[in-house]
């Protein structure tokens, strides 16, 4: 995509009555405004070329399309609102005064990201294992990744793009906040809406982890029944998890949960669906020495 100032559709001597900061400021409320137009065409186009294309071609069933896409449907009203918002306050100059109020009532609408980025857990997870096995899925996918309105990115790339926009908000308000006036009305209006918005992505967050942490401990298989622990299912997050090697040189897939540490060796079972077999008894964390 092609880079877009504000000041490019104004005459110089309209720019020349602006002092920089407030240039600054018109920059920053235009670069939240497009951002919002680029992410309204990416929502679109998910739906539009992927979706329904797989659908129309049958390549997955609609119990999939709901999985893969999840409530991405939801999202689409929600940035089309504050886009248009926007506009109606631009003034006849091209300037914009106040955006404090439209943000401060249109945050609280981004909760429905809760269920979003929860499910791209389970999205990316379908994804990957119809992609492994359905050639025609690929081929169609391929040829998306081939294709100018692509840009070269997958359609995983996408439906993460949400996710990246949204945790975006907070630095383009603070933009805004940093350009405005200490005496504007939208000076102490965007302070509560970066707040606000941080409460909203805190939110995500914290439901995204303890969807994450269920999604890994619905894939644990044990060998033995003294593997099994009551510590696991009483985790609630996932501290962090990575490849290890043992002495004998077999690489493990380690989680640390926030009561207990697990080894496992990932294995594949059918329709190419990831398992993690537990590997050795779990260690409660109070028996770590880090």
């Known amino acids: 995509r092609q880079t877009a100032f504000w000041h490019e559709s104004l005459a110089k001597c309209d720019i020349d009555k602006m002092n920089k ?72 100059d091209g300037r914009t005064e106040f955006v404090g109020d439209i943000l401060l009532t249109w945050i609280p609408k981004l909760i429905i990201y809760v269920l979003y980025c929860t499910n791209l857990i389970h999205s990316k997870d379908l994804l990957d294992c119809k992609t492994k096995e359905n050639e025609s899925l690929r081929d169609f996918l391929n040829r998306c990744l081939n294709s100018p309105f692509s840009r070269k990115l997958d359609l995983w790339t996408f439906l993460d793009i949400p996710r990246s926009r949204l945790v975006k908000y907070p630095l383009m308000f603070k933009t805004i906040h940093k350009y405005t006036d200490t005496d504007h009305d939208d000076y102490n209006l965007l302070l509560e809406s970066i707040d606000l918005v941080e409460e909203v992505i805190k939110d995500v967050d914290y439901n995204t982890g303890l969807a994450r942490c269920k999604y890994i401990v619905d894939k644990l298989e044990y060998e033995d029944l003294k593997q099994v622990t009551e510590l696991i299912s009483e985790s609630s997050f996932i501290l962090c998890d990575g490849i290890l090697k043992n002495r004998r040189g077999i690489k493990l897939h380690v989680f640390l949960f926030d009561k207990v540490m697990v080894l496992t060796r990932p294995v594949t079972a059918k329709n190419n669906v990831i398992k993690y077999r537990v590997y050795r008894k779990p260690v409660a964390m109070n028996k770590l020495f880090l």
């Open 21 to 92: 900061k407030q240039l600054d400021r018109q920059e920053a409320i235009f670069e939240l405004f497009k951002s919002e137009v680029d992410l309204i065409e990416d929502l679109q186009m998910i739906c539009n070329t992927y979706r329904e294309s797989m659908r129309k071609l049958n390549l997955l069933n609609e119990d999939e399309l709901t999985i893969i896409f999840g409530e991405i449907d939801s999202l689409l009203p929600i940035h089309r609102e504050l886009a248009a918002k926007l506009v109606e306050q631009r003034l006849s």
